[in-house]
């Protein structure tokens, strides 16, 4: 995989076959275009490659109304490379690319900048000022300027159409099972092992307390089973998110793993947690007795969800 950063920094070659998108969470509607976007390039010889732009758009335009992301931008590369693109342009969004009219930013960046000989875009894709450039608007400019454009239609799971709103609204629930046919791979939480309350060792049950990126969406409060991904070594765990209400009134979500068998001393470490099911929701427990008893009960289900489910990364 080629990283591009920076619009100025790409010089013309072989031409491009380029996916346009956001592209938050790599859900199966975003694998469909990439996959379609691949195949268009080996069939023209072109180089198979995505634009992205960093940060999120609304995060520039309207910050009070940003979501969450899905995952990071490291991650949407790793799953980019997973999927066969060759290439990733990641430029930065700003108020001078979100002013930029449909024909200029066809004319001038995909023609003239990037020399793209197609495109593929979702159905609901905008671009240009105001959202103004529809995927209609494209396939015009695009015989008009001379390079080809491919849309994707909705991917359906049942009724729904898949979107990262979606698969937020399922992770906000807990939802694990929906989340993972409308993402097509187990939802995943990657960050730093940091020091917490040293509580867990006490009683039984030592935890990796982890540092999750802010901006990241975290599933909703309460228990999961989950594999935790150790210096390149997959193990069992079950994770807890919330605010530790046995303890305290008031404080803030952490996300804490319970590794099984482990025993190694890992903080600093980036480690990743992907989460299977949701076993049950946050309590409130009487005393540490009362916790440490639901422990042992929490480990012995999450057990038995691992044991029967089959798991792969991607």
């Known amino acids: ?7 100025e920094n790409y010089h013309k070659g072989r031409p ?3 996916a346009l998108g956001n592209f938050d969470g790599v859900h199966l509607g975003h694998q469909k275009l990439i996959k379609l976007n691949i195949r268009d390039a080996k069939e ?6 995505a634009l992205i732009f960093e940060p999120h758009p609304l995060r520039v335009l309207y910050p009070e109304r940003t979501p969450r992301m899905l995952i990071s931008t490291s991650r949407k590369i790793e799953l980019f490379t997973l999927l066969g693109l060759e ?9 001078e690319i979100a002013r930029l009219i449909p024909e200029y930013f066809a004319r001038h960046v995909l023609h003239e900048t990037l020399g793209v000989a197609s495109v593929s875009v979702g159905f609901n894709y905008t671009f240009g000022h105001k959202g103004a450039g529809t995927p209609e608007t494209l396939k015009h400019l695009g015989e008009e300027i001379g390079f080809a454009v491919n849309v994707v239609p909705p991917v359906m799971v049942g009724e729904q159409v898949v979107s990262s709103t979606l698969v937020r609204q399922a992770l906000e629930a807990g939802d694990i099972d929906w989340a993972y046919k409308l993402l097509g791979y187990w939802p995943m939480l990657e960050g730093e092992v940091i020091e917490g309350e040293r509580r867990g060792g006490k009683i039984g049950f030592p935890t990796a307390n982890l540092k999750i990126d802010e901006d990241l969406i975290v599933p909703g409060e309460g228990v999961y089973a989950a594999k935790a991904l150790v210096r390149g070594e997959v193990h069992n765990a079950v994770v807890n998110i919330g605010k530790k209400p046995t303890f305290h009134n ?8 319970y590794i099984l068998d482990f ?3 890992i903080y600093g470490e980036t480690i990743r947690l992907y989460f299977l099911k949701r076993i049950r929701g946050e309590m409130k427990f009487s005393g540490a007795e009362q916790l440490v008893a639901q422990i042992h009960q929490d480990v012995t289900q999450a057990q038995r969800v691992l044991a029967d489910t089959r798991f792969r990364a991607f």
Request: aromatic share 6%; no cysteine.
């Open 87 to 95: 290439m990733v342009i990641q430029t930065p969004f700003t108020l």
């Open 44 to 49: 023209r010889g072109t180089i198979a490659a």
């Open 250 to 257: 008031t404080y803030p979500v952490t996300v804490e793993a």
């Open 16 to 18: 491009l076959s380029l």
């Open 263 to 265: 025993h190694r001393i």
């Open 1 to 7: 995989m080629r990283i591009i950063k920076g619009l």
